[in-house]
T-cell receptor
Framework: GQNIDQPTEMTATEGAIVQINCTYQ??????LFWYQQHAGEAPTFLSYNVLDGLEEKGRFSSFLSRSKGYSYLLLKELQMKDSASYLC??????????WGAGTKLIIKP | GAVVSQHPSRVICKSGTSVKIECRSLDFQATTMFWYRQFPKQSLMLMAT?????????EQGVEKDKFLINHASLTLSTLTVTSAHPEDSSFYIC??????????FGQGTRLTVV
């Protein structure tokens, strides 16, 4: 079956760095997405990786290793507004999104 | 970046009535659109996949006669919740796929059936 694993919840301190991991097993691979979702809102796009390596975009970076079925989202200089759920999703061979359950990130002052 | 517009953002309707939700890709052509439903404290659930000009493919357990999907053009897909009931109250989200750059999400529609 298809499976995406990410931690349920993480806590970090304002100003610090946090890494959210995601491992996946899917039928085919056409890219991996990271989305941020605040409570009661639709997910918003953060990053898209289809090749191995690190993609940096401001305070957020995303890494992919296709051979390991592994990705992480790195958030630097954490701000209180970064408190949200972070969803990892893989586009499979049929171009359907397979979603992880999300990681709830709690930022403390 | 690519923009997907979903309308309305919120709707309240009476039980037994139908509600139509629109999903538009504003600056790209989406050959495929996806419709999701968000259950409380759960990840998004894919309801159906629609390709322009053809019938939608529904996921197991999703009633195709209740959730009507139309994808008449490369920039517009609609989801109609027919004969809505309170248990249909949920957050519905569309996603449009650009073949080259990926899939992008609409803002979501919060449906409340009273």
């Amino acid at each position: 079956g298809q499976n995406i694993d990410q931690p349920t919840e993480m806590t970090a301190t304002e100003g610090a760095i946090v890494q959210i991991n995601c491992t996946y097993q899917t039928s085919g691979f056409n890219g991996l997405f990271w989305y941020q979702q605040h409570a009661g809102e639709a997910p918003t796009f953060l990053s898209y990786n289809v090749l191995d390596g690190l993609e940096e975009k401001g305070r957020f970076s995303s890494f992919l290793s296709r051979s390991k079925g592994y990705s992480y989202l790195l958030l630097k200089e954490l701000q209180m507004k970064d408190s949200a759920s972070y969803l990892c999703a893989v586009l499979d061979s049929n171009y359907q999104l397979i979603w992880g359950a999300g990681t709830k990130l709690i930022i403390k002052p | 970046g690519a923009v997907v517009s979903q309308h309305p953002s919120r709707v309240i309707c009476k039980s037994g009535t139908s509600v139509k939700i629109e999903c538009r890709s504003l600056d790209f052509q989406a050959t495929t659109m996806f419709w999701y439903r968000q259950f409380p404290k759960q990840s998004l659930m894919l309801m159906a996949t629609s390709n322009e000009g053809s019938k939608a493919t529904y996921e197991q357990g999703v009633e195709k006669d209740k959730f009507l999907i139309n994808h008449a053009s490369l920039t517009l897909s609609t989801l109609t919740v027919t004969s809505a009931h309170p248990e249909d109250s949920s957050f519905y989200i569309c996603s449009a796929r650009d073949r080259d750059i990926g899939a992008f999400f609409g803002q979501g529609t919060r449906l409340t059936v009273v």
